[in-house]
């Protein structure tokens, strides 16, 4: 079990973590391959898409927009067809209307009584600020893919937020979904980390490339973290 003493800042994954997005990927995409008749699954659609996704943030940096843009481009080609110029938008036009999994807003506000707590997302800021209204909580720090110019698992990020927030990285816990996006670099930088094992029980391994990596902590949800950490609090 983690010293959660030793911890000041509490660092979020935002997308798949605090907010479901592949519940808001699902019904912005299914309806492009419903009017052509294309069959495909929730999960290989997820699939395909984390695969597009993280190739086309793996090059030069380009705006969060644009990769959700690119990422429609890329199923078209991928399953045959050309999405239309609203079909294009329907991705980043979506993303405000986003929700919160149902434990993320209770948990963040009792986490706010103990801790700071940030956000290191790989989005645009603008684009954050529709679910930020939705979280509900003030995060004292908001670290995005569009100010450090680059998107996880690249190391840039989470170094941008360790600047940021000030804290040597041994008072910084980091709380995510994604093993290969967050768990992987976080581990590889000395900063203690959360896995929010969202999928557990599903099949396939969603809209995050399948890998695997160590986490100081597994739970399945961010009430038991809440959980767990209010209870130390109590206990000590």
């Not at 008749?37 to 793996?58: F, H, T």
């Not at 434990?103 to 290191?120: C, P, Q, T």
């Not at 900063?191 to 599903?202: A, D, E, F, P």
Request: glycine fraction near 6%; hydrophobic fraction near 40%.
């Amino acid at each position: 079990m983690l010293d959660f003493d030793r911890y000041s800042v509490l660092t979020f994954d935002c997308y798949g973590t605090l907010i479901d997005w592949e519940s808001g990927i699902l019904r912005a995409l299914k309806p492009i391959f419903a009017n052509r008749g294309i069959p495909v699954s929730d999960s290989e659609l997820l699939e395909r898409y984390g695969e597009i996704e993280a190739q086309m943030e793996s090059g030069a940096y380009k705006p969060y927009r644009q990769i959700l843009r690119e990422a429609v481009a890329g199923l078209g080609l991928r399953y045959n067809f050309s999405p239309v110029a609203n079909e294009m938008e329907c991705l980043p036009d979506s993303l405000q209307y986003w929700q919160p999994f149902p434990d993320s807003v209770a948990a963040l506000k009792r986490l706010k009584k103990l801790y700071k707590l940030a956000i290191v997302s790989n989005v645009d800021e603008d684009m954050f600020e529709a679910s930020a209204r939705k979280l509900e909580v003030p995060f004292d720090h908001v670290i995005t893919a569009s100010q450090a110019r680059s998107y996880k698992p690249s190391h840039n990020n989470f170094e941008c937020a360790l600047d940021r927030i000030g804290l040597p990285r041994e008072q910084v816990l980091h709380v995510a979904q994604s093993i290969y996006h967050d768990i992987i670099p976080a581990r590889a930088l000395g900063i203690s980390s959360v896995w929010v094992n969202r999928r557990k029980g599903l099949s396939g391994s969603g809209a995050t490339l399948p890998a695997e990596g160590r986490p100081d902590l597994e739970v399945p949800d961010l009430r038991s973290l809440a959980d767990l950490l209010v209870e130390d609090v109590t206990v000590h």
